[in-house]
Structures are given as C-alpha cells and as structure tokens.
C-alpha cells in the first residue's frame, strides 16, 4: 500500500531520472525543439467530442498500479492503443513509469504509431527536462500534478509544454489545488483524481464536489475509481449547464485493462454519457 513515505520516493526517483536527463543537457532541448513531426491536440480531440454530444472517454494503458497490484501483465501497448481507438475513445493515456506502473521503454511511442488519437504520456512531471522527453517520445500532451508542484514550477513546466506544442493536462484532488491550478496556469483541462496519491483511498462523493466548482469553459476530467458505467452518473449531473452542455471527459483505466472485452466495456461507459446528453 502506497503512503506518504512511498510518494516521496517516488518522486524522489523522478528527480534522479532528470538527473540522468541532465547528462544530455542542450541536446535533448535543441532535438526536442526542431521535432517536426506534429502533434495531435488532446484538448480539440475532447472539445470535438464533447461539442458533437458524444463521450469523451480517455482510455488508460498501463500494466500494473501501486494500489491495484498486477492489472494485465500481457498488455502490449500498440495492440490496446488500436483497440481502444477502434472503440470509440478520444483520446489515450500511457503510463511511462517502469517501476511502479510496469511501463516498457518504447510504450508510449509504440501506441503513437498504431493509432490516430492524442496521447497523453502519464507520469509524475516534475522537470521541464521531462518535457523535452515527453516531444521526442511522441506524446500529445502531458500531465501535470498540483501536489508535487510549487506554482513557479508548475508555470515553468506548462511554459515549456506548451511552447513545444504540448497540451496540459492538470490534476487536483483538493480546493486549493484546483484554486492554484485555475489562477496560475494557461490549460482549459482541469483533472480531478477521486483517489488520494498518499493514502491511495477512493473518494468519489469528494471528487464530484471538487469537479462542481472547476469553471464551466474549462474541460473537466474525472479520474480513478471509474469501475463501472454508473459511476459516471454523479459527474454528469453536477458538471451539466442551463443550456445542456456538459465540459466533461472520463480518464478510465483498471476497468479497460482488466476487461476481456475491452471494445463493450467502453461502449457501455460511452452509452451512459450519450444516453445523458440526449435528455
């Protein structure tokens, strides 16, 4: 069970991987700076969908979790990034951590050649050397978490993300998180994690509360606890506006990964959001 003492170290293995980034300095900047290849915009692939009245499902790879153990140690990424596209999701998110998430070195960039849809690269940013790495890998977008991050750093990492033509996607599990995120950042993606990075409880009623109160032009993200389509429900009510539209996107992973019919599991979350958005 993760606690306060593991997320320190994980974090503090994060800034021992910058360190090895480090060695190649200018470089990695200069090479990630003239990629040409271009990226797909993770916020215009969730506003298309969102705007057209369908889910907006990002769907998550990833093998294994500190909280949940071993998920599908048989993932292969580029075989699930097309079977999820073929589903209907929006967009993917790959974890890229080898040790706790039992990430494989090419992940990220395997997936981005086997399918059409943005990639978000999951994984605990706490460098903008990690941004470079992030253009050069392939990822659409990257994920920026308010509780490892002082708002100086977290301004200097969007900065340098979205300079590279990188998206952002921000992640809060309190108020004053999500305070700090809307008043010192530029993206319109605003994630909620129901679950506590410390304690690793699940806390949905806490998150529904939290995604309330993100601005209505902002693209709101519920993530983790997702095991079901009913769990969607709560998020929908709280998130719809007067005028019917809803600014909301759903990160699921466990229930995908662990699924024996992965193309169904995400046609039954899509069903509950379109079934929603035509009353």
Not at 205 to 217: C, G, Q, R, S
């Amino acid at each position: 069970m993760i606690n306060k003492k593991l997320l320190k170290t994980i974090v503090a293995s994060k800034h021992k991987e910058c360190s090895d980034l480090r060695a190649l300095g200018k470089s990695l900047r200069i090479r990630a700076e003239q990629n040409t290849q271009k990226t797909r915009s993770f916020t215009a692939a969730l506003r298309r969908k969102i705007d057209s009245g369908k889910a907006a499902i990002i769907c998550e790879s990833k093998r294994s979790s500190p909280s949940a153990g071993m998920l599908n140690e048989a993932l292969e990424s580029a075989e699930f990034a097309k079977k999820v596209e073929c589903a209907g999701a929006t967009c993917l998110s790959v974890l890229t951590d080898a040790r706790w998430f039992g990430a494989q070195k090419d992940d990220l960039a395997q997936a981005q050649k086997a399918c059409s849809i943005p990639i978000l690269r999951k994984d605990f940013i706490v460098d903008t050397l990690q941004v470079y790495e992030s253009r050069l890998l392939g990822a659409d977008c990257i994920l920026l978490i308010m509780r490892l991050l002082e708002d100086a750093q977290a301004k200097e990492i969007e900065d340098c993300a979205l300079a590279l033509g990188l998206d952002v996607l921000v992640e809060v599990h309190e108020h004053e998180e999500l305070e700090r995120a809307i008043k010192n950042l530029r993206t319109n993606l605003i994630g909620v994690n129901s679950r506590d990075l410390q304690s690793l409880n699940i806390d949905m009623p806490h998150a529904v509360e939290i995604i309330k109160h993100i601005p209505i032009d902002k693209i709101a993200v519920a993530e983790s606890g997702l095991r079901k389509p009913q769990d969607l429900q709560p998020f929908i009510k709280v998130r719809k506006s007067e005028s019917g539209s809803c600014n909301l996107a759903f990160l699921i992973g466990e229930a995908i990964v662990r699924s024996a019919d992965a193309h169904k599991t995400i046609k039954d979350f899509c069903s509950v959001v379109e079934a929603k958005a035509e009353l």
